[in-house]
Nanobody, 125 residues
Framework: QVQLVESGGGLVQAGGSLRLSCAASGRTFSLFVMGWFRQAPGKEREFVAAINWRSGGGISYADSVKGRFTISRDNAKNTVYLQMNSLKPEDTAVYYC?????????????????WGQGTQVTVSS
């Protein structure tokens, strides 16, 4: 069993920054990939970024966040981070941390085995 807990969400002005954290516990030795997804009201959950948990490589970003968001991990702390800069109103969503017990970096929510409860990010114009 794996548990994921997100933190760091909040309300910011457009152009501002936030840093999200996702702490993993339980059978973290079985994890290979950690990812971030987001879901706005009335919309489908969409991929944001992912990283290979063990190597720190295999990084992938959605085109909409490239150059603005950075994903990283600290295995010693069992934590993955999402640094979000130059935030836009369209970034407003609930952000979810997710994990896979396999090494391929998927961009589809259905491929992930574990999910956090989400943290709200609101960007005002």
């Amino acid at each position: 069993q794996v548990q994921l807990v997100e933190s760091g969400g909040g309300l910011v002005q457009a152009g501002g920054s936030l840093r999200l954290s996702c702490a993993a516990s339980g059978r973290t030795f079985s994890l290979f990939v950690m990812g971030w997804f987001r879901q706005a009201p009335g919309k489908e959950r969409e991929f944001v970024a992912a990283i290979n948990w063990r190597s720190g490589g295999g990084i992938s970003y959605a085109d909409s966040v490239k150059g603005r968001f950075t994903i990283s991990r600290d295995n010693a702390k069992n934590t993955v981070y999402l640094q979000m800069n130059s935030l836009k109103p369209e970034d407003t969503a609930v952000y979810y941390c997710a994990a896979r017990s396999d090494s391929y970096v998927y961009t589809t929510p259905a491929k992930y085995d574990y999910w956090g409860q989400g943290t709200q990010v609101t960007v005002s114009s």
